[in-house]
């Protein structure tokens, strides 16, 4: 059994690049009460998205999964 698992700091929209749309969307939420629709944007685990959490989208903006720049699906681990 295999269990897919990625983990981007920065990728709001979990799709495995963190871009220009990942840094917009943290912006969006900022001052937003976190919920199960935007507790993605909060990266560093305060309980509130802000500037803090932009800097952390701008400046992981442009990586990647090692699995998206082969053009496959998320990795995956081997069950333990
Ligand atoms: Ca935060």
């Not at 935007?38 to 959490?53: A, H, M, V, Y």
Request: glycine share 10%; no cysteine.
């Amino acid at each position: 059994m295999t269990i897919p698992f990625a983990v981007l700091l920065g990728d709001t929209s979990g799709n495995n690049v963190v871009n220009a749309s990942d840094v917009a969307q943290t912006k969006a939420n900022a001052g937003a009460v976190l919920n199960e629709t935007n507790f993605r944007s909060d990266f560093n685990l305060s309980g509130t998205i802000n500037s803090s959490d932009i800097g952390i989208a701008k400046a992981a903006s442009g990586g990647a999964t090692l699995s998206s720049e082969k053009g496959e699906s998320p990795a995956r681990v081997s069950s333990l």
